[in-house]
């Protein structure tokens, strides 16, 4: 089952925060998040397990409520880097734990 | 090699033609997944290999599509009979195993059959 990610595209300005969610409809045993810029594969932002809480790396944490079957990633202080589509990918429990199933991304664009 | 490697990473074929797309992964990966990323989508996953264990192919479209992995190294992804919607970018990935890897991307084959 495809998680459903949202919003589909956000604008900033460089210094803005933004929030990027992606909900299930199954219960989940992981979630991963990914940023895709144009025309070059996805790189691994973070992973969070069941049973888990919120990661971070850099100004880049998610989180994970496993009741509410979803995830966010934040970007706070958003950086021109930053810039790319980010996807989650999931894994569902009581299924394949390490086959992931990705959302359609969501589009970030960080202006001066 | 320090990434995973896909050759080649532009393909253009004639439809009907068959085609077969290479993946190296990250030695010591024993995961390998391919998934299929058509213009302005997200990720589809295709198939994943784990070890010796029987793959996992069922994210396989058609039985045009087949993959194959030599031990933990080398996998083939073969598409006969190529068809216009398959066009695409196929990107291929591998992990470690366990709970905490996430995976690493190779940079893909774009595919166009024209």
Known sequence: ?112 | GAGVSQSPSNKVTEKGKDVELRCDPISGHTALYWYRQRLGQGLEFLIYFQGNSAPDKSGLPSDRFSAERTGESVSTLTIQRTQQEDSAVYLCASSLMGLNYGYTFGSGTRLTVV
């Open chain 1, 1 to 112: 089952q495809q998680p459903v990610q949202s919003p589909q595209a956000v604008i900033l300005r460089e210094g803005e925060d933004a929030v990027i969610n992606c909900s299930s409809s199954k219960a989940l045993y992981s979630v991963h998040w990914y940023r895709q810029k144009h025309g070059e594969a996805p790189v691994f932002l973070m992973i969070l397990l069941k049973g888990g809480e919120q990661k971070g790396h850099e100004k880049i944490s998610a989180s994970f409520n496993e009741k509410k079957q979803q995830s966010s990633l934040y970007l706070t202080a958003s950086q021109l880097s930053y810039s790319g589509t980010y996807f989650c990918g999931t894994a569902n429990s009581g299924g394949s734990n390490y086959k992931l199933t990705f959302g359609k991304g969501t589009l970030l664009t960080v202006n001066p």
